[in-house]
């Protein structure tokens, strides 16, 4: 079964920091992976979609890449703004759940101090 | 473009009551789904529908009913509330199964005493 690590689960830094958040997944056969942002009290928000096929997708200051041999995916974020504070969840569609449903970190909560 | 749409944004129940949580989208997305997100165990699928008249369990379908039967509507009923079921309903849609990114509506905050 699937299972998707995200360490640290929180994390702090003053504004301006370039930062990577990681996401580890135990099962290799993805079909893709996905960031999401959650503000509290709110819904996900889909940052960024990568392919199984793919390496990295870029959207503004943020940058994914995925390593599926290795389970390992990362979200840069560069210049990090105090509007960046939220809760980050990274997921898979993994094989074998034939791509029906996603399997979710816990999330890393950011803090990024004016 | 509302997205979308989950009724209401909270509700408390007393153990044994049922209801319904409503989710609409209106994005014309084939695949809709349910999760359940409790502090320390991430989201959690409940249950999905790949189109109209066609719904299936994820990982956590017991206590929980659903149906689809329009493209745009998938509501989640709760059978006989128990305290377990205390949590966050995401109802979550999109385009295609699994190739294209989720959208989540905001979330309804249910407490069962």
């Known amino acids: 079964k699937q299972e998707v690590t995200q360490i640290p689960a929180a994390l702090s830094v003053p504004e301006g920091e370039n930062l990577v958040l990681n996401c580890s997944f135990t099962?290799?056969?993805?079909?893709?992976l996905q960031w999401f942002r959650q503000d509290p009290g709110k819904g996900l928000t889909s940052l960024l979609l990568?392919?199984?096929?793919?390496r990295e997708q870029t959207s503004g200051r943020l940058n994914a890449s995925l390593d599926k041999s290795s389970g390992r995916s990362t979200l840069y974020i560069a210049a990090s703004q105090p509007g960046d504070s939220a809760t980050y969840l990274c997921?898979?569609?993994?094989?074998?759940?034939?791509?029906?449903?996603?399997?979710f970190g816990s999330g890393t909560r950011l803090q990024v101090q004016p | 473009n509302a997205g979308v749409t989950q009724t209401p944004k909270f509700q408390v129940l007393k153990t044994g009551q049922s209801m319904t949580l409503q989710c609409a989208q209106d994005?014309?997305?084939?695949?809709m789904s349910w999760y359940r997100q409790d502090p320390g165990m991430g989201l959690r699928l409940i249950h999905y529908?790949?189109?109209?008249?066609?719904?299936d369990q994820g990982e956590v379908p017991n206590g929980y009913n659903v149906s689809r039967s329009t493209t745009e509507d998938f509501p989640l009923r709760l059978l006989s509330a128990a305290p377990s079921q205390t949590s966050v309903y995401f109802c979550?849609?999109?385009?295609?199964?699994?190739?294209?990114?989720?959208?989540f509506g905001n979330g309804t905050r249910l407490t069962v005493t």
């Open positions: 979550a849609s999109s385009p295609i199964v699994g190739g294209s990114p989720l959208h």
């Open positions: 099962d290799s056969a993805i079909y893709n």
């Open positions: 990568i392919q199984s096929s793919q």
């Open positions: 997921a898979v569609s993994s094989m074998d759940t034939g791509r029906r449903a996603l399997t």
């Open positions: 994005m014309n997305h084939e695949y």
């Open positions: 529908s790949v189109g109209a008249g066609i719904t």
